[in-house]
Nanobody
Framework: QLQLVQSGGGSVQPGGSLRISCAGSGPVSNYHSIGWFRQAPGKEREGILCIGHSERAAYYIDSLKGRFTTSRDNAKNTVYLQMNLLGPEDTAVYYC????????????????????WGQGTQVTVSS
């Protein structure tokens, strides 16, 4: 069974940067597209970004374009979320999830399919 383990994140001042890693348990995870989600306090979990097997990325929140990027290192079976120019509105628990397709969907929802979830990583942006 596929497992994802997250690391990184943490606390940063506004304008700073953080990175989250999402490591798969084996080479099978290289053939999944990986979705990124976040859930702010009191809000619903939302899909924000995705990277497919082809390394083509998809953005689902327009305000993240130019600030957030995702990449994958197949040799390490790991996907990364790089977050730049962070603001307080980005404070949330961030999750990676292995989707059931090779490439990213047109719409990314947290309850559309039976995803394999990472455990979540806290990101806090405050001065």
């Amino acid at each position: 069974q596929l497992q994802l383990v997250q690391s990184g994140g943490g606390s940063v001042q506004p304008g700073g940067s953080l990175r989250i890693s999402c490591a798969g348990s084996g080479p099978v995870s290289n053939y999944h597209s990986i979705g990124w989600f976040r859930q702010a306090p009191g809000k619903e979990r939302e899909g924000i970004l995705c990277i497919g097997h082809s390394e083509r990325a998809a953005y689902y929140i327009d305000s993240l374009k130019g600030r957030f990027t995702t990449s994958r290192d197949n040799a390490k079976n790991t996907v990364y979320l790089q977050m730049n120019l962070l603001g307080p509105e980005d404070t949330a628990v961030y999750y990676c999830a292995a989707l059931l397709t090779l490439e990213c969907p047109s719409v990314l929802t947290p309850d559309g399919d039976d995803y394999y979830w990472g455990q979540g990583t806290q990101v806090t942006v405050s001065s």
